[in-house]
């Protein structure tokens, strides 16, 4: 995605060059454009809950609170535009999903304004009161892992930040955490910057546990 906004702006000044970089893009179905077309758009929150119903409650549940069984991600309560950058790697397969790819692609709503509206319903639920948890055991290293390494970017209360597409930690299910965690260090989210991989290769497993089961209770805070 990145590489088609690059390729755009370094011909931006071509005009019809310009355009035709886009439409070769979503020619294969590659929406960059979908992602500041997606956040220039006010949500439609209840055709969003329609799209909700018919597409992603099956796995999503009611609520958006997740399923921990089935490491399917809580988004009730996520940041806006965390969420909207997310569908629109899943579609771009910048990030690797098979599933998720498939549901978004055969749902139709690989177009912005549906992103938009699918996605303004879920950020605005209340985020989820109960999530899934660890074994409790190691709380005091997550939370020294936590405000040492993570609190600069997700916020000291893991609320994210919109600027900067950094996801709300609280009220996500332990499994999902620990899963994307050790994803990140194996290189397996190609949507996270070089950086971020290299600082998760520098943790052992038992410390993700812990800073996955630290975050897991913080609704209950
Ligand atoms: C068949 C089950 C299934 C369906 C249907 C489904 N999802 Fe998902 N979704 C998943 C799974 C599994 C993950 C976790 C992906 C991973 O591990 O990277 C996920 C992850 C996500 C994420 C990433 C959340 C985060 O915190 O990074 C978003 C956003 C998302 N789904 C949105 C949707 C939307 C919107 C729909 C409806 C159009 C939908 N999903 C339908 C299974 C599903
Ligand atoms: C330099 C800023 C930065 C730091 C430091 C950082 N993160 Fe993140 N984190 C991000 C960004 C940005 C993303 C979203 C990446 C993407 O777009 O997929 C993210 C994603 C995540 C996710 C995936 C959430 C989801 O819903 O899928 C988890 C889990 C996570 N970070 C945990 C941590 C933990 C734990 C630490 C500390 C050990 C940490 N992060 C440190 C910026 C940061």
Not at 49 to 65: D, E, P, R, S, T
Not at 104 to 132: F, K
Not at 138 to 156: D, P, V
Request: charge should be negative; aromatic fraction near 8%; glycine fraction near 8%.
């Amino acid at each position: 995605m990145v590489m088609g906004m690059l390729k755009c702006l370094v011909l931006a000044g071509c005009g019809m060059w310009c355009v035709t970089a886009i439409a070769a893009d979503q020619s294969a179905n590659i929406p960059d454009v979908y992602l500041s077309s997606a956040l220039s758009k006010q949500p439609d929150e209840t055709r969003g809950q329609k799209l909700y119903q018919q597409h992603c409650l099956q796995c999503h549940q009611v609520g958006a609170v997740g399923l921990p069984s089935e490491n399917i991600p809580a988004l009730a309560g996520q940041q806006y535009e965390y969420l909207v950058k997310q569908v629109v790697d899943f579609l771009d397969q910048e990030r690797t999903h098979v599933v998720m790819h498939q549901q978004l692609m055969q749902s139709g709503l690989n177009n912005a304004t549906s992103i938009a509206d699918v996605v303004g319903y879920v950020a605005n639920l209340p985020s989820s009161a109960i999530s899934q948890q660890g074994s409790g055991t190691q709380l005091a290293q997550g939370k020294l892992i936590y405000e040492g390494f993570c609190a600069s970017c997700h916020g000291r209360l893991a609320e994210g930040n919109a600027d900067w597409w950094v996801p709300n930690l609280r009220g996500q299910h332990y499994g999902y955490l620990l899963e994307q965690m050790r994803r990140m260090a194996r290189a397996q989210r190609a949507n996270v910057s070089d950086d971020l991989h290299r600082m998760f290769t520098s943790y052992a497993d038992t410390e993700f546990e812990a800073v996955a089961d630290y975050l897991a209770r913080w609704s209950m805070k």
